[in-house]
């Protein structure tokens, strides 16, 4: 390992611990005040309610684990097709858990159950997945790119219902008011109950794609030869495209979306680094979650409450991914 890497993880280790430990001394309430009453409720003195305990932690671990997530599973899609613009969302992933988390608010199930809307959007992640296997089931040599133009396809479909969906209920403001606030990326409200649902599928998911990193490599090679090579290609694929499932559906429902995120980032440290997944997962890992924690605490210390995590995630993706299209380096950079 190059002395520039190991600087590299130093560096985010350090900014992940030095973000989070202003995010969790960050709040309305002070800090003494708060640290006085988290002690008094971890020695059984008073079960009240409290800020770091009940809300700062929490959402310190949801911003963690969204930003590992996403720039995980963008940087797994781009060695799986090949492509520095990939991103979860090609394969309708991102689509179908939208499509679930909406009819869950429909429903009303969020407000009884407020499990459902991780479970949805996890559901809906792995339905997407489904339809795509049962599809390619018949046909072993299936090009990867069909199984794109699939993916594309399925998503709007089911992009197509969502808004269909959405204007039969357009009068029911308090439903699009919910939505809304959502779709927007917020980490406002984060609970133990998202912790609960995403940790695990977290932690699976990035487990898959750090024991496959030398198989990723090789993918990067071409399906023929990486056949050559000894990896069994529709095996590994499939079971990296399930991680990204997880890793995705966990992210969008915890934080909602969050666009670009899982695309330049992956990117942007491949150019500064490596492509080489064995250093290229892990620094997405650390930096994905140092990124999302320092949007989340530069949102909170300038108190720009019109903004969120997704709108900020994708005025800066937006930006650079313009300054990258105009520099025509897109194509040139990968590998």
Same mark, same amino acid.
């Given at each position: 390992?190059?002395?520039?890497?190991? @600087?590299? @993880?130093?560096?985010?280790?350090?900014?992940?611990?030095?973000?989070?430990?202003?995010?969790?001394?960050?709040?309305?309430?002070?800090?003494?005040?708060?640290?006085?009453?988290?002690?008094?409720? %971890?020695?059984?003195?008073?079960?009240?309610?409290? *800020?770091?305990?009940?809300?700062? %932690?929490?959402?310190?671990?949801?911003?963690?684990?969204?930003?590992? &997530?996403?720039?995980?599973?963008?940087?797994?899609?781009? &060695?799986?097709?090949?492509?520095?613009? *990939?991103?979860?969302?090609?394969?309708?992933?991102?689509?179908?858990?939208?499509?679930?988390?909406?009819?869950? $608010?429909?429903?009303?199930?969020?407000?009884?159950?407020?499990?459902?809307?991780?479970?949805?959007?996890?559901?809906? =992640?792995?339905?997407?997945?489904?339809?795509?296997?049962?599809?390619?089931?018949?046909?072993?040599?299936?090009?990867?790119?069909?199984?794109?133009?699939?993916?594309?396809? !399925?998503?709007?479909?089911?992009? *197509?219902?969502?808004?269909?969906?959405? @204007?039969? $209920?357009?009068?029911?403001?308090?439903?699009?008011?919910?939505?809304?606030?959502?779709?927007?990326? /917020?980490?406002?409200?984060?609970?133990?109950? #998202?912790?609960?649902?995403?940790?695990?599928?977290?932690? +699976?998911?990035?487990?898959?794609?750090?024991? @496959?990193?030398?198989?990723?490599? +090789?993918? /990067?090679?071409?399906?023929?030869?990486?056949?050559?090579?000894?990896?069994?290609?529709?095996?590994?694929?499939?079971?990296? %495209?399930?991680?990204?499932?997880?890793?995705?559906?966990?992210?969008?429902?915890?934080?909602?979306?969050?666009?670009?995120?899982?695309? !330049?980032?992956? #990117?942007?440290?491949?150019?500064?680094?490596? =492509?080489?997944?064995?250093?290229?997962?892990?620094?997405?890992?650390?930096?994905?979650?140092?990124?999302?924690?320092?949007?989340?605490?530069?949102?909170?210390?300038?108190?720009?409450? $019109?903004?969120?995590?997704?709108?900020? &995630?994708? %005025?800066?993706?937006?930006?650079?991914?313009?300054?990258?299209?105009?520099?025509?380096?897109?194509?040139?950079?990968?590998?």
């Amino acid at each position: 390992m190059s002395t520039k890497i190991k @600087y590299a @993880y130093i560096c985010l280790g350090l900014l992940i611990v030095a973000f989070s430990a202003t995010l969790l001394a960050t709040g309305q309430i002070a800090w003494a005040e708060v640290w006085r009453g988290a002690l008094a409720r %971890i020695s059984g003195e008073t079960g009240a309610w409290n *800020a770091l305990l009940d809300e700062r %932690i929490p959402r310190l671990i949801v911003l963690l684990c969204t930003g590992a &997530s996403l720039a995980a599973s963008g940087a797994i899609m781009q &060695s799986l097709l090949q492509n520095p613009l *990939a991103a979860p969302t090609i394969l309708g992933l991102t689509a179908g858990s939208s499509l679930m988390v909406v009819l869950v $608010f429909i429903t009303g199930w969020h407000v009884v159950y407020s499990w459902s809307v991780p479970f949805a959007a996890i559901l809906g =992640s792995l339905l997407v997945l489904g339809i795509l296997s049962l599809m390619s089931r018949h046909q072993e040599r299936r090009p990867f790119s069909e199984l794109i133009l699939l993916g594309i396809a !399925i998503a709007t479909l089911l992009l *197509a219902i969502q808004q269909t969906v959405l @204007y039969a $209920f357009r009068d029911n403001w308090q439903l699009i008011q919910v939505v809304t606030e959502w779709e927007a990326g /917020s980490s406002f409200d984060r609970s133990w109950e #998202h912790v609960h649902m995403q940790l695990p599928l977290t932690l +699976i998911g990035l487990a898959v794609c750090f024991f @496959y990193r030398n198989e990723m490599n +090789i993918l /990067s090679l071409g399906d023929e030869e990486a056949r050559t090579l000894g990896v069994d290609v529709r095996k590994v694929r499939w079971r990296l %495209i399930l991680s990204v499932s997880l890793l995705s559906g966990g992210a969008t429902a915890a934080l909602g979306s969050v666009p670009f995120f899982g695309l !330049i980032l992956p #990117h942007l440290l491949r150019r500064l680094f490596s =492509s080489n997944h064995r250093v290229l997962i892990p620094l997405c890992i650390f930096g994905g979650a140092a990124t999302l924690v320092a949007f989340d605490l530069l949102l909170r210390q300038t108190q720009l409450h $019109f903004l969120t995590i997704g709108n900020l &995630s994708a %005025i800066f993706g937006g930006i650079f991914f313009l300054f990258l299209l105009r520099r025509k380096t897109l194509i040139s950079s990968f590998g």
